[in-house]
Nanobody
Framework: QVQLKESGGGLVQAGGSLSLSCTAS????????LGWFRQAPGKEREFVASISWSGSSTDYADSVKGRFTISRDNAKNTVYLSMNSLKPEETAVYYC?????????????????WGPGTQVTVSS
């Protein structure tokens, strides 16, 4: 079992930056891959970024490559998402998720545990 809690969401102007954090707890977290997803109103939840349990492998959606950075601190059981050059269309609820498998994963259905989400609003 893994419990997840996101923080750091808020309102930012287009072109601005925002950093999200997600603290994980539970016995499975040390071997779990972690990911970030987002869901805009009326749209399906979509993959943003993923990081392997060791932090050695990362994967990004094409739409965020070069602007977003995922990282993790296993000593703190925390995963981060640094977001730069944000666009209004990236307004969404951002979710942290954990996959009991250790490797990076894009499939939303592969993740076993989810946080409640944090709202990110990018104004134009």
């Amino acid at each position: 079992q893994v419990q997840l809690k996101e923080s750091g969401g808020g309102l930012v102007q287009a072109g601005g930056s925002l950093s999200l954090s997600c603290t994980a707890s539970g016995p499975a977290v040390s071997r779990a891959a972690l990911g970030w997803f987002r869901q805009a109103p009326g749209k399906e939840r979509e993959f943003v970024a993923s990081i392997s349990w060791s932090g050695s492998s990362t994967d990004y959606a094409d739409s965020v490559k070069g602007r977003f950075t995922i990282s993790r601190d296993n000593a703190k059981n925390t995963v981060y998402l640094s977001m730069n050059s944000l666009k209004p269309e990236e307004t969404a609820v951002y979710y942290c998720a954990a996959d009991r498998n250790p490797w990076v994963e894009r499939d939303v259905n592969a993740y076993d545990w989810w946080g409640p989400g944090t709202q990110v609003t990018v104004s134009s």
